[in-house]
């Protein structure tokens, strides 16, 4: 690991003077969480690096799942790089209360057990210097938000990537194109998250899979004033990823999530 907790601060404050123009303590929990998770982020770039080409010489083992329930990585990763408290320390006498990254919002990458059991065996894995790494897909939105009207329940979009996705680093160099049988082809982008082992320096990696157009702009049937046409594509690719369990009551439901799985 590059840095102890004092080099993780020292980093978030300069990401947050850099991007921000602010001071620690100014900052709300969005920009705080973005700045101290891309110093987190940038302490196990090497030990991520390194235990990615060890599982290139020999054996390993993928985890293929619907779900992942990670929960807060912000509070998982600190506490297994043993920083959790530390940290907390640190903001504290900077005025931060660490508690303020309860307002962000979990990877809504599940929705139960089946999510948090898939988690904890990467987690278990990392922590056990174990060559096993997990794959699934990157949904836009988890299953509901809900609230209550008059007694009633309302479902809403949860859209947990609104307030960024630090913990998770695009891989263009990765993509693939998957055909599907109605001829369809759509591009799958990967999107890698570190999964810290705790007091070890093995790192794994979760792989989570978006799905993307080929051609998500139909320039001519834009210029003939045809707008919803010129993004059909483009929406009808990104459903394969968009939520969580679509509803399934429909054919249209099942077909997107015969597509997912």
Known sequence: MLMDAKGIIRRTEDILRNDYQIELN??????LHRALSDAVMYAIADDWRRSRR????GRRAYYISAEYLTGRMIYNNLYNLGLLDDVKHLLALRGVDISIMEDIEDCALG??????LAACFLDSAATHDLPLDGYGLRYKFG???QDFTNGFQTEYADDWQRQGDPWSRRRDDKTIVVDFGDNRRVLAVPYDMPMVGYNTSCTGTLRLWQS????EFDFAAFNS???ALAVREKNYVED???VLYPNDSTYEGRSDLRAAK
């Open 26 to 31: 100014e900052a709300n929990s969005k920009q």
């Open 54 to 57: 060890a599982r290139e010489s």
């Open 111 to 116: 929705n139960g057990g089946l999510g948090r």
């Open 143 to 145: 299953l509901f938000k």
């Open 212 to 215: 993307e157009a080929i051609e």
């Open 225 to 227: 004033q045809e707008y």
């Open 240 to 242: 394969i990823t968009r």
